[in-house]
Every structure is written in C-alpha cells, then in structure tokens.
C-alpha cells in the first residue's frame, strides 16, 4: 500500500479458506515482519484458520518498508492509512482488530487515537503509555540497559537496510553484550556509535519536553472509546504504561478487560527468571484474543463479556484470581526497624507492623563496583530471581519482618516511604520487596526506583503486584543507591544522561532514619 505522502509500506496478508467475508487482524511491526511477535503469539497462520484476514505489516522504514524510520512519529497517521486499506483488502468483512505487544501494543495506540471508523477492538499488549515515564526514564532514572540494547536492536536494522556490514555487526554487539566501558560512559563513545538512533535524544530531552508528548500515545487518546483487552506482566517493563491503558480507556462506555501474567517482556512462558511457575503460567492470550475478536468483530455471542473483566496471577498462590476490577485497597503500613546495622547483618533490620524506636543506617555508594541488577523487570536480568547474596551485600539495607502466622495476601500498589539523606545534591533509591522462604532465600516480588534529592522523606512507588504468603514466609525490604545496568549510575549532580561521563561519578554517601520511614503494603482478604 501507499501512504498519503507516497510511502510504499509492504505487508504479508494471510487468508483463510472459503469465501468470507472475513474480518481482518492487523499487526503493525518494526521488526521484521515474518517475526510476527511469534515470540508470544500463535503465528498469524494459526489465526487465519479461525476465519480471519491477518495482515502483519512492517512499519515505515522498517522491514522492506520504504520511508525513514523514526520510533512513533509515523504510526498515528500511518496507522489510519493503513486501516483505509486492510479494510477494503478483498474478502474483507471491512471490520477491523488490531493485535500485537510492546512496539506492535504503541502501534495500536496510535491507531485507536487516529479515530478510523474501521477499527472495532484492540488488544495492546505490554505497550508503554507514556513514553518517558513507562518506557525511557522510571522514577527520573534513565533505564540504561533496556534503551541501549533497543537503540542498538534497531540501529542495526537500519545498517541492514543500507548493507553496511560492519556496523550491524558492532551495534549487534551492544544490543546483546554491551562492554563494560559503554555501560559505565553511556554519554561517550557508545553513543557516537547510535547516532542515527533516538539514543542521544532519550539522554537529553527534559522530563517535560515536548518531544516525549508527541511520542506518547497517552496524550494522543482523549474521548477515544473501543473495546480493549490489556495484557500485561508482573515482571514486564512496561506495567505502568499498561495499567494507564487500562485506566485510561475504562473512563469510556466500551469494555475492557485486563490481563496480567507473571511474564517478563518475553517469552510468556511458566519460565520466569530462574523459577519454573508449572501449568497455570501458561499463556491463555491466543485463546482469549480470539474470543474477543469474535465477539467484536463476528458478533459471536460467547459470553466474553459475562466473565470476570479482570485476572491477576497470583505469584504467590500461583494460580489465576478473578477480579471484577483491579484492586487498590487502602495501604496497610509496616514500619522499618533497626538497630543501625542493617546493612551488616540480616537480622538487624526488621519490618515491623506496629511503629517502633529504631535508629540511622548508613551506606556508602561506591560506582566502582554498584549494586547488582538482580530479577526485577528489566534487562539484563529480569523475572523472579534468589538475591540473597544482593541482600547481604554491606552497600544494601534490609528490613525484615517475622515469619508469618497467618495467610497473608497482596493484591495492587505497593509504595516505600523513606526518611533518607545523601552528601551529593542528587541520588538514587532503590527498593525492592521479597519474599523469604523457610529457607530463607530472599525472591523478588517487586521494586521501584527514584532519583531525588534533599533531606526528607522520599516516596518510592514499587511496582503493582498480586501475591499470597503463606505461614512461615517473611517480607522483605531492601533499599540500595543503584540497580546497575538496569538504570544508569548518579554522579551527584542531578544533570542529564548526556551531560554526564564515565569520570564524574562520585562515591556518595546515604543516611536513612528508619523511625520515619515504612512500607505500604496492599492488603485484601485472602478469600480461598
């Protein structure tokens, strides 16, 4: 097809057999389009056996796509074109659904927002919202081995493009074993190496930039109203833009239902970081977007809608639970005890229920050697993960609390209010609860990370999550200065990525007073 300004876009269509007229699925992808998010969907094969047109399109400037590729500009009128032709395709039923995860999820944002009539539902899965804030930068923290490893990713599809050997090897290399030098100086000679990616602008446009606002699809979507289905993960780097979808379309009349698995970016597999979850992991999205797709798009009555509109896997009980909608229960607060060393010894910090006198932990930020990504939700080590060896670690403090008594169970936001200070004008908090088997091997659960500064009390906002503890298991707060790779280091300054190099980073030194600080914890009834 051609664009309106002339751009050739190239797609595979995949029929079914008969005559139709058939609804048509529609994939737009930056990728490659024989890929075909095959990574966590059935192939497009398999759903044009259920009586669908699947049509999986390489986006501008990608793939065999004419046109310069440039990550979100495109794709809201880009998309409206290309529903235009997907549904006058021959045998076309003229309804349109769009499906398709993280870039492909953004794509279908972008579209909804261009209003074609055409588009009856969507499925966006793991897709950003907000581009800085679910995407690029968490808490004011550049995530710096995610963006490297995507600018690289697709910086080396532009050297295939162009034939250029040599630099798709070396961005190959950076997008899957970034060196030690490149990670430490992002701003240096890595940088000059992506320079016709979006890397530099990530590193330099200010939080409040338009630049993030007209690559948000977020800001693009009011009074957008279509049936959406949500799929997200606990451990997916991009929860937060998949919870503001959710929120966002549900202010409509249209209905919506959200999916979160246990699953990190991908695979959506039971394999989640180094923990096998068994049978119930399994990825039900093939089946459900199918029975969403035929209620909307074939007018199948299958009782889709007679379902609970939310489900939440349980990491704790690893089993699905049926929601009517997602929880946010008022915090329960539990407050951080201790004797003032809690970076030394384990049992030293304590995470208590009722407040308590305790005392000020210190720890000292050395970048020579930071504190370890380990689990989590970002590369290069995302899902559940044992970082008890993290834990112990005298650049760490923990808080943990008795064993439990009693079923405890967590489902919706989870927050880390820290009384806490540095010698440097700019630092980092990273918070990280777990839970600690009889073993007393710490998991993680989930995390947050801010960059602030000043003296005072710092709201940490972890990340969302829905677990059951049982008797015998304890909770577990971690705080540290870094996360690294996972997010780039603080020198201090509170200056931007691309302002900072690999020498300015300075040690630092952190104070937290553990009587004005606590935990806020999602408490609801365990139920069976």
């Known amino acids: 097809m051609q664009t309106r300004d002339g751009v050739r876009l190239d797609a595979d269509v995949y029929y079914p057999v008969g005559a139709g007229p058939f609804p048509v699925l529609l994939m737009r992808q930056p990728y490659g389009r024989r890929i075909a998010s095959t990574v966590t969907y059935a192939h497009p094969s398999w759903y044009a056996r259920q009586g669908y047109i699947v049509v999986i399109q390489d986006v501008r400037g990608r793939g065999s796509s004419e046109g310069e590729f440039e990550p979100f500009v495109y794709e809201g009128d880009d998309g409206y074109d290309t529903l235009e032709w997907v549904s006058r395709l021959p045998g076309s039923s003229g309804r349109v659904g769009m499906y398709g995860f993280s870039y492909q999820g953004v794509a279908q944002l972008f579209a909804a927002a261009s209003r074609h009539p055409a588009l009856a539902a969507i499925c966006p899965g793991m897709a950003g919202f907000d581009l800085y804030r679910d995407w690029a930068y968490e808490g004011g923290a550049f995530r710096l081995y995610n963006s490297l490893s995507w600018a690289a990713q697709l910086g080396a599809e532009t050297a295939r493009r162009n034939g250029d050997h040599g630099l798709f090897a070396e961005r190959y290399r950076v997008g899957h074993t970034p060196s030690s030098a490149e990670l430490i100086d992002p701003a240096g000679s890595v940088r000059e190496l992506l320079a016709d990616t979006f890397y530099a602008d990530w590193l330099s446009a200010s939080a409040d930039s338009d630049y993030w606002r007209a690559r948000s699809p977020g800001a693009q979507l009011d009074d957008i109203d279509l049936p959406a289905l ?18 966002h379309f549900a202010k409509g009349q249209s209905p919506q239902r959200l999916l979160i698995g246990p699953w990190t970016h991908l695979p959506w597999t039971p394999a989640v970081g180094s923990v096998w979850l068994g049978e119930a992991a399994q990825s039900p999205v093939d089946a459900l977007q199918l029975r969403w797709f035929d209620y909307f798009l074939k007018d199948i009555d299958n009782g889709v809608l007679d379902e609970p509109m939310v489900a939440l896997y349980d990491l704790g009980a690893r089993a699905w639970r049926d929601l009517t909608e997602y929880p946010m229960p008022a915090p329960s607060r539990w407050h951080l005890v201790s004797n003032g060393r809690a970076n030394l010894d384990l049992t030293a910090g304590r995470l208590c229920e009722a407040a308590q006198a305790g005392g000020v932990d210190v720890i000292v930020n050395d970048p020579w050697r930071p504190v370890p990504v380990r689990g989590g939700h970002l590369a290069p080590a995302a899902g559940i993960e044992d970082r008890t060896d993290v834990d112990a670690r005298p650049d760490v403090l923990t808080y943990t609390s008795a064993p439990l008594e009693s079923t405890l169970q967590l489902a ?18 990273f918070a990280v609860l777990s839970i600690v088997g009889r073993d007393g091997r710490a998991r993680n659960l989930t995390q947050g990370y801010l960059r602030t500064e000043g003296a005072g009390q710092h709201r940490v906002e972890l990340r969302t999550t829905c677990a059951r503890l049982y008797p015998g298991q304890s909770l577990r707060l971690s705080v540290s200065g870094s996360c690294y790779p996972a997010f780039a280091l603080n020198d201090g300054s509170g200056r931007e990525p691309l302002a900072v190099r690999a020498a300015d980073y300075r040690i630092s030194t952190l104070r937290l007073d553990s009587n004005a600080s606590w935990l806020e914890l999602p408490l609801i009834e365990a139920g069976d």
């Open 230 to 247: 949500h799929v997200g993960g606990w451990f997916d780097s991009f929860l937060t833009g998949t919870l503001a979808g959710y929120r």
């Open 412 to 429: 919706g936001p989870v927050a880390a209010v820290l009384a806490c200070e540095s010698d440097q004008d700019s630092f980092d908090l």
